[in-house]
């Protein structure tokens, strides 16, 4: 068992999935090797970080607001520059989830994207609208989770697949959907009425995990706009120290 096979199937080994041969393989090859132990160790560090964050439900009232709060943002052209604290060096145990959640997913639900053609507005056929919209509304959390990602497939045209996304970002009561709808809406940042619904979640979003990457997808597209709920986010007293961290970090960049 070599390093690359280790990191491969270290989540299942924590979680007790793997067969007793190859668990006994993965057990052997971290007690003899120095860096898939101390990966071992942010893993435990990280999960213990999980257990403490309180799973938070999105407003009640948000759904009925939400037109109006993205017409809102669409009209703003501006934004106040802050002053910032110097930059500060830290162990990213949140930005390390978000990028687990999705792979996993990924891996998870088969790795087919990539190999599938863009799909323009017109080609879509009702079919294909329906199984899409049923996977986003399945109670089965990795079904939602492969349905956002089955939206990378359309192009930026398909407004009808995107506002479906960004629903699911605002409403869906679980936080592994809510972060890969996040990420999916990236693909699609050219567009206005994506670029303000990242910015509006990034104010009521309560999830440290997606408000991290909220803003790391803000920061990435050089969204300005986004410097205000930055800014609100680091003088709340309620915030992570970790996410203060994050935006200490980033916001620079959007200067």
Not at 119 to 126: G, L, R
Request: hydrophobic content about 40%; overall charge neutral.
């Amino acid at each position: 068992m070599d390093c690359k096979n280790t990191q491969r199937l270290i989540t299942d080994y924590l979680d007790g999935n793997l067969s007793t041969s190859d668990s006994d393989k993965v057990k052997i090859h971290i007690e003899n090797c120095t860096d898939c132990s101390e990966g071992l160790k942010q893993y435990d560090e990280l999960f213990s970080v999980f257990e403490k964050i309180d799973m938070e439900k999105p407003s009640s009232d948000l759904k009925a607001n939400f037109q109006a709060i993205l017409n809102e943002e669409i009209e703003k052209n501006s934004a106040n520059v802050i002053p910032l604290k110097p930059r500060v060096d830290w162990k990213t145990y949140i930005r390390i989830a978000a990028s687990i959640v999705i792979v996993s997913a990924a891996f998870l639900l088969g790795r087919f994207q990539s190999e599938q053609k863009l799909v323009s507005s017109n080609e879509i056929n009702d079919k294909e609208k329906k199984q899409f919209f049923a996977l986003l509304e399945n109670q089965s959390v990795s079904k939602r989770i492969l349905g956002v990602n089955n939206s990378q497939k359309y192009t930026k045209e398909n407004t009808e697949i995107i506002e479906a996304i960004i629903s699911k970002l605002f409403y869906d009561k679980n936080t592994n959907v809510r972060l890969t709808a996040a990420e999916a809406l990236s693909k699609f940042s050219s567009l206005e009425i994506v670029k303000s619904a990242l910015i509006k979640a990034l104010e009521t979003e309560k999830e440290a995990i997606i408000q991290i990457e909220l803003i790391q997808i803000l920061v990435r597209i050089q969204e300005k706009r986004a410097l205000e709920p930055m800014k609100k986010l680091l003088e709340n007293k309620e915030t992570p120290n970790y996410v203060k961290q994050e935006l200490q970090f980033n916001i620079p960049s959007l200067l």
